[in-house]
């Protein structure tokens, strides 16, 4: 079966730390642009951050810029989201979505191909 899975959500306290991975499993990521999206209750899904094949292109929304960082392994078929000094209004679930692009400078996806099913994050003291 083709389909992203993520893990390492969780719950920590304003200020911590969270590093989610999404690995695919039944096909490589290696042509494959990866964005991390969240969705918090009553919102809309928001892009957080987005990386190319290559690795070498990385984008990040401006309400997670600085704090987050984005990374992959295409030789471990993952993608990571490290999440630092984490907010309250982080607190969603976390889907990982890829985009099949052979321009490995391609970053951020349009058409999505896969998602995964989502992991939830709750900052709250």
């Known amino acids: 079966q083709l389909q992203l899975v993520e893990s390492g959500g969780g719950l920590v306290q304003p200020g911590g730390s969270l590093r989610l991975s999404c690995a695919a499993s039944g096909f490589t990521l290696d042509y494959y642009a990866i964005g991390w999206f969240r969705q918090a209750p009553g919102k809309e899904r928001e892009g957080v951050s987005c990386?190319?094949?290559?690795?070498?292109?990385?984008h990040y929304a401006d309400s997670v810029k600085g704090r987050f960082t984005i990374s992959r392994d295409n030789a471990k078929n993952t993608v990571y989201l490290q999440m630092n000094s984490l907010k309250p209004e982080d607190t969603a679930v976390y889907y990982c979505?890829?985009?099949?692009?052979?321009?490995?400078?391609?970053?951020?996806?349009?058409?999505?191909?896969?998602w995964g099913q989502g992991t939830q994050v709750t900052v709250s003291s």
């Open positions: 990386i190319s094949s290559s690795g070498g292109n990385m």
């Open positions: 979505a890829a985009d099949l692009n052979y321009d490995t400078d391609y970053a951020c996806p349009g058409k999505v191909d896969y």
